[in-house]
C-alpha cells in the first residue's frame, strides 16, 4: 500500500491557507464547467486516463477529518 504520510492535514487553515485553498477548489471546477461548455469530453467512444482530484470538506470548508480512514475502508487502488 502507498505512504499516507503526504496527506496528513490538521484541518485548521489560517484565512490565507483557507482563502488559497478555496480558490483552487473554484478554479477547478470553473476549468471542468468550461470542459463540459464546450464538448471537451468524448461521447459515444468509451477512453479511459482522465483523472480528477477531489476533495473532501466539512461544513466550514475545511478538510474532513476521517478521510485517510474512509480510504482505508475502500480498499480500492484508485482512491489514494
Do not use: C, N
Not at 480558490?23 to 459515444?44: C, N, P, Q, V, W
Amino acid at each position: 500500500m502507498t505512504t499516507q504520510k503526504h496527506k496528513d492535514v490538521d484541518g485548521r487553515l489560517d484565512g490565507e491557507r483557507q482563502r488559497e485553498f478555496m480558490s483552487a477548489i473554484l478554479a477547478d471546477l470553473r476549468a471542468l464547467e468550461r470542459m463540459i461548455a464546450e464538448g471537451k469530453f468524448d461521447e459515444g467512444v468509451r477512453r479511459i486516463g482522465a483523472e480528477q482530484e477531489m476533495f473532501l470538506i466539512d461544513d466550514h470548508w475545511r478538510p474532513a477529518k476521517g478521510v485517510l480512514k474512509l480510504i482505508e475502508r475502500l480498499r480500492d487502488s484508485h482512491y489514494t
